[in-house]
């Protein structure tokens, strides 16, 4: 699987939305970008993944680049039950050698009232 | 069940001693992975368990650690002879089988391991 790069913090001010980059130069045409978040002593939780379209939910949008190199998770109104670890991990949707994600370091997301 | 069930949340053990954790995946959900967390840490991949497959088990650390699955259901991770670095949250993920939908995994609260 690929590696990923994000930063390992970011601020956002409550009610506004949280843009968080993932660096991914390395992915490969059958890898989705998938993204995660861990909030303090729970387990991490699914919140979205795209393969090259943008993608939205209740929770989020996925942006992902042309050349699908980067991609950036939108939050579009940050709350403080969104201050989170947020994890950016690349991998195959079907089948392949594994099928298991790799988590990274994440991006702590701290909201600021 | 609604959601992925782990047991116990906590455990404290002496060193040496062995434990086993539980994990009762979401039913329908085919696959089920065991990671852990150590303090301040990320998840470290540890087992991988999909379908009547060979689990891949390519994260165990040591021999101490094994894992089942019976009946392709619960899990079970068992640590032997526990050591103080075995201390961590053991946390158990599981997912629809590749080709059935994927939505992601579903995490477990995990299992908080004390090794004194």
């Known amino acids: 699987d690929a590696k990923t790069t994000q930063p390992p913090s970011m601020d956002c001010a409550e009610g506004r939305a949280a843009n968080l980059p993932c660096n991914h130069s390395?992915?490969?045409?059958?890898?989705?970008v998938y993204w995660y978040r861990q909030i303090h002593s729970q387990g991490p939780q699914y919140i979205i993944h795209?393969?090259?379209n943008n993608e939205t939910n209740e929770m989020a949008s996925l942006i992902i680049t042309e050349d699908r190199k980067s991609s950036t998770l939108i939050l579009p109104h940050a709350t403080l039950r969104d201050t989170a670890v947020y994890y950016c991990?690349?991998?195959?949707?079907?089948?392949?050698?594994?099928?298991?994600?790799?988590f990274g370091t994440g991006t702590l997301l701290a909201v600021q009232p | 069940g609604a959601g992925v069930s782990q047991s116990p949340s906590n455990k404290v053990t002496e060193k040496g001693k062995d434990v086993e954790l539980r994990c009762d995946p979401i039913?329908?959900?085919?696959?089920l992975y065991w990671y852990r967390q150590s303090l301040g840490q990320g998840l470290e991949f540890l087992i991988y368990?999909?379908?009547?497959?060979?689990?891949?088990k390519s994260g165990l650390p040591s021999d101490r650690f094994s894992a089942e699955r019976t009946g392709g259901s619960v899990s079970t991770l068992t640590i032997q002879r526990t050591q103080q670095e075995d201390s961590a949250v053991y946390l158990c993920?599981?997912?629809?089988?590749?080709?059935?939908?994927?939505?992601?995994?579903?995490f477990g609260s995990g299992t908080r391991l004390t090794v004194v």
């Open positions: 991990i690349v991998r195959v949707e079907y089948g392949g050698a594994t099928n298991k994600l790799i």
């Open positions: 039913s329908g959900h085919t696959a």
């Open positions: 390395t992915i490969s045409g059958n890898e989705y």
């Open positions: 368990f999909q379908g009547n497959s060979a689990p891949d």
């Open positions: 993920a599981s997912s629809f089988q590749p080709g059935q939908g994927n939505y992601g995994y579903t």
């Open positions: 795209g393969l090259k």
